[in-house]
Structure formats: structure tokens, C-alpha cells
């Protein structure tokens, strides 16, 4: 189901581009924003994971380094039948975990340190586990696509607020009419990406606490991990770091408002444990 959501959210996503691209420039307008918001997210696609681990100044790790994390992460590898991604602290106070790279052969997992310190054995290797099926899944691609038609949308509408300005002099009323249109699909467009590009990101992260309670075999370890991570994180909140990865995080990383909540990439609390307890039932 989850992925019959993601592609219907892609689905939904590439027509808000072919609609505005088509009524501003045609289907040749459209192309070349396509083309051009494509080829920044190629570049962010092959080197974001480089950018987000030197941004949070993660420190890669071997067996001798962090045992525990370590050894977790290669038992669920082994398990997940997928390459052994690198592994990587941050020295962060603020518990929390995520996954980057482009495919599983290129994959490195990150634990902070204050992860490290709260959690059991059993609920790290749940949160390693939900990671590691974001890996597999190819959720980074998924988030690159998504990321790449929202981009475009944002191209557009910047082009087109900035024509409005200078071409909005015009005495002609069919003229002024059109302008208005524009500004008001300039306008809202980029909001209905945003708000399913975060839909496509809460899907995603359903899928990778389902999957990962059963590559884990312990739903409830990876419910006890969530519940106490959440709590804590709003106590110790990430400090440095871009609200722009927040979705990497297995939880938000970032303390927020009733604005922030509404455009959260991440599933509310409740519902993720309430699914997991549920599936432990069921197993």
C-alpha cells in the first residue's frame, strides 16, 4: 500500500509540473525546467551523502571503534542480504540515526552519541534496522525524484514571479487577468509540491518502520526506540545541522511549532508506534 501511495504521490506531483509547465511555456518550458531542476539533483543525488555526513562532522568507525553499533549494523546487513554500509558516529548529544547514500552498495549509516547512551541493545538494532531498509528500499532515490519535480516546480514559479514584476505594467485587462493567474499558480503550486513531496517522505517513513520490525524481528524493541527517541529529542535538540535534513533523521531532529509539524517529513508519533504494536500482534 505504501508504495501504491508513493507512485500515486508521484503521479500527482509530475502533473502539477505538466499543468503549470504547459499553461507558463508551453511543453518546451516545461522540458527545460525539468532538464535544469534534473541536473541539480544529479549532482545532490551522487554527493549529498559526502555533503550531510562532513555537515554534521561524522566520524567513520571500524569493529574496534564502537563494537556494539557496529556489529548490530553488520548482523542486519548480513540479514537484509545487502553489502555492508560504512558506519559513522556524530558526536551529538541530540539521539538520533540516519542513512545516506545513492544505492546499497554505497551506503553509510550514522548513529549520534546520545543514541548511543539511551538505547538497549534490542531497540538500536531496531532503529538500525528501520536504516537499513531505507537502504534497501532505495528510499534516497525515491526522495531524489521527488525532490527533482518539486525543484522544477520552485523554478518555474520563480521565473514566473519575477516576469510578473517586470511585465506588469501592461494597460491590456486580458493581460493583467493572465499575470494574476500566473502569480496566483506561482504562488501555490510550489506549496502543493511541498506539501506532496512531505506526504511521499511520511510514506516512506512508514514503509521503513514496517520493514525494518520485520528485518529485526522485534516490532516493539523499534516502538520502545521511537517513543523514548522523541521524548528525549525534544529535551536535548539537535544543535548546528539544516531543518533541509531533517527528513535523513529516524525522528525530527529539530524542536518545532504548529508550522513546522504541518510541513513535518516525518508521520506523527502515535500513529508509527500504534502501527508497530499492532504488526507485533499480528507476528
Known sequence: MNYLKTTLLLGILTGVL?????????????????????????IAYWFSDKIVLMSYRAQQVGPEDAPKLYNVVKR???????P?????IVENPSPNAFATGRNPRHASVAATTGIL??????????VMAHELSHVRNRDILISSIAATIAGAITLIANVVQWGAMFGGGSRDENDRGNIFVMLAMAILAPIAAMII?????????????YAGAKLCRKPLALASAL?????TVRQIPMQGGSPTTAHLFIVNPFRGGVMLNLFSTHPP???RIRRLEQLSREI
Open 269 to 271: 508519533m502515535e500513529e
Open 76 to 82: 542486519l546487513a548480513e540479514r537484509a542480504d545487502i
Open 18 to 42: 505538466v499543468v503549470f509547465g504547459q499553461l507558463i511555456g508551453g511543453s518546451h518550458g516545461a522540458m527545460m525546467f525539468l532538464i535544469i531542476a534534473a541536473i541539480m539533483n544529479f
Open 84 to 88: 555492508m554500509p560504512k558506519v559513522y
Open 117 to 126: 547512551e539511551i538505547l538497549s541493545e534490542e531497540e538500536l538494532e531496531g
Open 197 to 209: 513531496q512531505m506526504a511521499i517522505s511520511r510514506s516512506r517513513e512508514y514503509a521503513a518502520d
Open 227 to 231: 517513543g523514548r527517541l522523541e521524548n
